[in-house]
């Protein structure tokens, strides 16, 4: 159980964790507070955009839809390595997922295959939107999986968890796919390296 990283200490985080980062507009005021509380926060959960195009997907990320308003994820890491702070504070990125997974991320131990949707992950998580066509065969470059592992670990790292608090959103939820095209134990390996 934390309480979520101030908006200064994340952009020191990101620094120190060897990130490029873009301030996106108002970021840092940005967020969904209103519908509801942010933190404890326990965990992150990473995403795919099933989008192209860095620049149209950072501002889907930061304005959200006519359905679902943003931000949608505190960070957006376009395809070059960049990671776009898009929102401070509650995001509609998570949704409803299963307990059962919470207790597991906060026990830092594997996730049972999720199986309700009986909880508010929007509270409880950071999240981070990768863009990707999220099809299984657009590409996921080099420096992309590695920014997804350093912003991952800056906040890992800020508030002393290990790799197993980081998941896909599919771990999260049996309604999403979400990343597809890696392995999230792979990403945690990488994350867990850093942290060494």
């Given at each position: 159980m934390a309480t979520p990283i101030t908006a200064t200490a994340f952009v020191q985080a990101l620094k120190k964790e060897g990130v490029r980062i873009e301030e996106v507009r108002d970021w840092r005021n940005h967020n969904r507070n209103k519908q509801g509380p942010w933190g404890p926060v326990h965990g992150i959960v990473i995403h795919h955009t099933a989008t192209e195009g860095s620049a149209q997907t950072v501002d889907l990320?930061?304005?959200g839809r006519s359905d679902l308003p943003g931000p949608l994820a505190h960070g957006c890491v376009t395809k070059d390595g960049t990671v776009?702070?898009?929102?401070?504070g509650r995001a509609n990125h998570a949704g409803l997922g299963d307990d059962d997974v919470l207790r597991a991320v906060i026990a830092e131990r594997n996730t049972p295959s999720p199986n309700e949707q009986n909880s508010d992950g929007n509270r409880y998580f950071y999240g981070f939107?990768?863009?990707n066509l999220g099809d299984g065969k657009d590409s996921w470059p080099e420096e992309q999986l590695d920014a997804i592992a350093r912003?991952?670990?800056a906040l890992c790292r800020h508030h002393g968890w290990h790799a197993r608090s980081v998941i896909g959103h599919l771990e999260w939820t049996d309604q999403?796919?979400?990343p597809r095209g890696f392995s999230m134990d792979d990403l945690r390996d990488k994350i867990a390296e850093r942290l060494k």
């Open positions: 990320i930061y304005d776009h702070l898009t929102g401070h939107e990768c863009e912003a991952a670990a999403k796919v979400d």
